[in-house]
């Protein structure tokens, strides 16, 4: 069975970028449109061996989905990327931060989303 990542983001292009960078690390993807759809999904599957989050998302925000994850016992051990476009740190007011959580600016390129996965996932930075 694949590796598998869950990428929750209102903004398909966003979507579409976190996908081809979770493919050059031979993962496959299970895409979420909103926060609502990314906690059904969790709740549903938690096969993942990682999970991309942005932070502004309709219905249920980043941050309370990562709270979510971090309570659920069959969850909480799965890093999770926060991302977030806003080049300011007020998107991350509240976010819970542990060994498992990584901030991302997807703003900053695909490179640093590329770092940011591998990094997460424990992998060598290429």
Known sequence: M?????????????????T???????LTVVEAE??????DTLKADNDFIL???DVNMPYVEGYDV??????EDSL???????????RTTRGLLGIPVDDK???INKAAGLDNMRRGVANALGRPIV
């Open 2 to 18: 694949s590796q598998r990542v869950l990428i929750a983001d209102d903004d398909h292009d966003a979507r579409v970028l976190w």
């Open 76 to 86: 909480k051990d799965i890093p999770v990327i926060i991302s977030t476009s806003d």
């Open 66 to 71: 990562l709270k979510f994850i971090r309570e």
């Open 34 to 39: 909103d926060g609502r759809q990314a906690i």
């Open 101 to 103: 959580t990584v901030f």
């Open 20 to 26: 081809a960078v979770a493919e050059t690390e031979d």
């Open 51 to 53: 999970i991309i989050l």
